[in-house]
């Protein structure tokens, strides 16, 4: 037999319902938005329609309530040590390739724009001596 949903939270606005929403998600419970797609395309339909409609099974009303409960009353802790984060890269990025100036030799270039490159046709130039060139 499949479960009711119950309407645990209405809202005006549907950024917030869908915050709510992911909330309650990230903790495990199964959600849906009523009439989030009327009020989304036409927001002063909202008052019309009963607003956006938070809903939840009935086995997580109590839990769902709870936490919405917290957050609205700003008393919410988050444990970030139970949160497992993704390891640090560890390859380091590849080392950038040093273009020198073919006329003087120095080291202080730099790449066109696209469209420059495309109107014009030189890739690279020299800060220090203003020489063009393609490699």
Known sequence: MAERLITIATFNDVTEAYILKGRLESE???????????????????????????????????????????????????????????????????PVEQVTCPRCGSTDTAQRPYLLDALFGDRYECHNCGNRWKP
Not at 34 to 46: L, N, R, V
Not at 75 to 81: A, E, P, Q, R
């Open 28 to 94: 495990g419970i199964l959600c849906f938005l009523g009439d989030e797609h009327i009020i989304g395309a036409h927001p002063f339909y909202s008052v019309a329609v009963g607003g956006v409609k938070l809903k939840v099974t009935e086995n997580d009303e109590d839990e769902a309530r709870g936490i919405l409960k917290q957050i609205w009353q700003g008393s919410t802790n988050f444990d970030y040590d139970t949160i497992d984060l993704a390891p640090p890269d560890a390859a380091e990025p590849p």
